[in-house]
T-cell receptor, first 118, second 114 residues
Framework: AQKITQTQPGMFVQEKEAVTLDCTYDTSDPSYGLFWYKQPSSGEMIFLIYQGSYDQQNATEGRYSLNFQKARKSANLVISASQLGDSAMYFCAMREGPRSGSARQLTFGSGTQLTVLP | DSGVTQTPKHLITATGQRVTLRCSPRSGDLSVYWYQQSLDQGLQFLIQYYNGEERAKGNILERFSAQQFPDLHSELNLSSLELGDSALYFC?????????????FGEGSRLTVL
């Protein structure tokens, strides 16, 4: 079974509008972390936001917020006030196990290509 | 700038050849991870080293090997290259600082096998 599922291969949003990128995950580990990364066309991977499984509140980082619904095992990324520079591939990722563990590799979803229209 | 350095940025070689990709982690990070990004497989975890020791293994082929040296830089060796090995290879590092333990990625090494 896929551990991270991103069902939207591509999304379009009008500049200045908000957009939600979907992510669902599957794990039986009670301790895990969820991450979103942005990959522009230049190729680098840029960390955006993190949500721990025990965090009570949804994470926010500037225009990025993570809509964490634990019971549904979803961790959707919300980008507010989209900008042209937000056009990129967005990846959801999960770390299974506590943050303090030594094996901290991330499992990535297939990504969503976001295009912001002027 | 993530602080993770990868060389070379681009590499073109022929089938059957061997290449070495190099990674310098962020200062102070003990963990190094290697990922392969291809169009059909997405981002696949290959292997992790922690302070010189192998700590986790993912979908790494037997033709591939890696190591982490005492100065914490890491190398990924790819041998008997096939066309399907053409991909973007990322190195990432993480440390014990911060709350989330996010991985910091280098810019990647783009390998083209002809």
């Amino acid at each position: 079974a896929q551990k991270i599922t991103q069902t939207q291969p591509g999304m379009f949003v009008q500049e200045k509008e908000a957009v939600t990128l979907d992510c669902t995950y599957d794990t039986s580990d009670p301790s895990y972390g969820l991450f979103w990364y942005k990959q522009p066309s230049s190729g680098e991977m840029i960390f955006l936001i993190y949500q721990g499984s025990y965090d009570q509140q949804n994470a926010t980082e500037g225009r990025y917020s993570l809509n964490f619904q634990k019971a549904r095992k979803s961790a959707n990324l919300v980008i507010s006030a989209s900008q042209l520079g937000d056009s990129a591939m967005y990846f959801c990722a999960m770390r299974e196990g506590p943050r303090s563990g030594s094996a901290r590799q991330l499992t990535f979803g297939s990504g969503t290509q976001l295009t912001v229209l002027p | 700038d993530s602080g993770v350095t990868q060389t070379p940025k681009h590499l073109i070689t022929a089938t059957g050849q061997r290449v070495t990709l190099r990674c310098s982690p962020r200062s102070g990070d003990l963990s190094v991870y290697w990922y392969q990004q291809s169009l059909d497989q997405g981002l696949q975890f290959l292997i992790q080293y922690y302070n010189g020791e192998e700590r986790a293994k993912g979908n790494i082929l037997e033709r591939f090997s890696a190591q982490q040296f005492p100065d914490l830089h890491s190398e990924l060796n790819l041998s008997s290259l096939e066309l399907g090995d053409s991909a973007l290879y990322f190195c990432a590092s993480s440390g014990d600082r911060g709350r989330s333990g996010e991985l910091f990625f280098g810019e990647g090494s783009r390998l083209t096998v002809l």
